[in-house]
């Protein structure tokens, strides 16, 4: 992958973090050094977003877009799996990319998190001191 992408990880974290990106990968010519032009090659990235209310993924895709040409100074090729309807598009893309971020949780409530926290985990802590030969607490 390219210094340009590695060089600003984070703020690729922080802006896939605020536009509740799932999972952004890269492709094309930025996985190699040798086929990226460092002044005119665009970045092409592929999209997934996080469960977003109607109305909201226009805000999310174009806040995104427009985030990344500022971040990498270049155009930006932002495109949502969905999208492609040419296979033999999909299977170029297949063939060459790479996981730029993921998320990683996904959308809960709060409530369903703290009941599993009570209800299983001491079960669970128990089973595994049991495993380790050591008396439940």
Not at 37 to 63: I, N
Request: proline fraction near 4%; glycine fraction near 4%.
């Amino acid at each position: 992958m390219i210094p340009l992408i590695e060089d600003n990880r984070e703020a690729i974290k922080d802006l896939c973090a605020r536009y509740r990106v799932r999972r952004l990968e890269i492709f094309g010519s930025a996985l190699t050094d040798m086929d990226f032009h460092s002044e005119r090659s665009d970045l092409d990235f592929l999209v997934e977003f996080l469960p977003l209310q109607q109305g909201e993924y226009a805000d999310a895709y174009f806040g995104l877009l427009e985030a990344f040409e500022n971040l990498f100074d270049r155009h930006i090729d932002l495109i949502m799996p969905g999208a492609i309807k040419n296979p033999y598009f999909l299977e170029s893309i297949n063939r060459n990319r790479r996981v730029v971020y993921a998320a990683c949780y996904d959308v809960v409530e709060d409530a369903v998190v703290w009941d599993v926290i009570i209800d299983d985990l001491p079960a669970l802590y128990n089973q595994v001191l049991n495993l380790l030969g050591k008396k439940d607490r």
